[in-house]
């Protein structure tokens, strides 16, 4: 009769946890993956208008980002609230952007320079003035290929 | 009746399981890229240069006020009928003899434009525009010229332009690529992008 009786504790058994790290690496991993490392810390406003007739930027060693819109509040105080441009981690004014081009190409390799795309992360509430004088600037430096980023969405969106 | 203990699950396919998730996961995220209006801007122009003669028909002028008010030759105009003006006035057609368009469908109305070739749409806009609005413009005069281009390259190729774009991007596209940028070349020849910026009024 001993054959039955085993241990007769109700207790469950302890669940195994030698899956656990498999687990956690699997996360570890997917959000290696997924996540999207932000250069630039963004010292300014940047909600975006919507577009819908857009093109991917693929190449992201190929992309120079200008960033404009109103300091956030963080900055407001030492910024003021005009909409600023932001080049690398710091404001910047309108004759700094040329600069800020040349170094950027002279970081890249002589053979890529002719595909390097500017990118103009601007606010939606900024004025045209400053987006204007941006395009000045990189006009007169021949950096001629720029990209509005945008969101994706009906354009209808931007006019409320 | 004593209860029996459940038995211990086998966690040896765990990892498996695990591995099978890691690897689903990372075939089907994408990295996030960004996306936006590709355009190019005119190359810095001399100073003394004249410009260049142009009908006064064969110019589409779209003007943003400071209120973000849209004016098309100088009529206000509601955003979402941009597009379909800008459309109209591309596509018209009304040249006669050399400038006559043979692929155009519009109204050929002498008025308006002659031929895509020819078109020219002109936009101004305030300092005091807002971005979005000027944005919202953009996308409608791009989506303007998709359009037709969409239209001409279904006619002649079969295929959408935005299609063709597509594929002279795609790695694995079976067919000739050189062909394919002729193809995408004659199209765009036919509706050639010419959006003129003037310099924003003070």
């Known amino acids: 009769m001993s054959k039955f009786k085993k ?50 930027l693929d190449k992201k060693d190929l992309v120079m980002y200008i960033y404009a819109g109103k300091p956030s509040s963080r900055y407001r105080a030492s910024a003021g609230s005009e909409a600023r441009i932001q080049l690398n981690d710091k404001f910047a004014d ?5 600069a800020f081009i040349l170094a950027e190409r002279a970081s890249k390799r002589e053979e890529l320079v002719p595909f390097l795309t500017t990118a103009l992360k601007v606010d939606g509430e900024t004025n045209m003035g400053l987006v204007g004088d941006i395009k000045k600037e990189l006009r007169d430096i021949q950096a001629l290929k720029i990209n509005y980023t945008t969101r994706t969405g009906s354009a209808m969106d931007n006019l409320n | ?51 260049p003669i142009l009908k006064q028909k064969n110019i589409f002028v779209v003007e943003l006020n400071k209120n973000n008010d ?7 105009m509601e955003l979402k009928d941009l597009r379909e003006a800008a459309i109209k006035f591309l596509d018209n057609g009304g040249g006669q003899g050399v400038e006559a368009c043979t ?7 002498p008025s308006s434009s002659d031929n895509p070739t020819k078109a020219v749409i002109s936009l101004r806009n305030n ?5 979005s609005a000027y944005i919202a ?26 299609q063709m774009e597509k594929e002279l991007k795609d790695v694995n596209y079976s067919g000739n690529k050189e062909s394919l940028k002729e193809d995408i070349k004659k199209v765009q020849l036919m509706f050639p992008e010419k959006l003129s910026e003037a310099e924003p009024k003070k």
């Open chain 1, 7 to 56: 241990k007769k504790s109700g207790d469950l058994p302890a669940i195994s946890t030698a899956s656990l790290p498999d687990i956690v690496f699997m996360l570890l991993f997917f959000f290696m993956v997924a996540t999207v490392m932000r250069q630039n810390t963004l010292m300014i406003e940047n909600k975006l208008p919507s577009a819908d007739q857009i093109e991917k």
């Open chain 1, 94 to 98: 309108v004759s700094e952007v040329k």
């Open chain 2, 1 to 51: 009746m004593a209860r029996r203990s459940a038995p211990e699950v086998n966690a040896g396919s765990m990892a498996d399981i695990a591995f099978l998730l890691l690897i689903f996961f990372l075939v089907t995220t994408t990295i996030e890229t960004d996306s936006g209006i590709s355009r190019k801007l005119p190359p810095p122009q001399e100073e003394n240069i004249e410009p």
């Open chain 2, 70 to 76: 849209l004016l098309v030759e100088e009529v206000p």
């Open chain 2, 103 to 109: 692929f155009c469908q519009g109204v050929k109305d």
């Open chain 2, 127 to 131: 300092r005091e525009t807002n971005y």
């Open chain 2, 137 to 162: 413009v953009q996308n409608e005069l791009v989506a303007a010229y998709t359009t037709l281009r969409n239209r001409e390259a279904n006619r002649l190729f079969g295929k959408s332009f935005v």
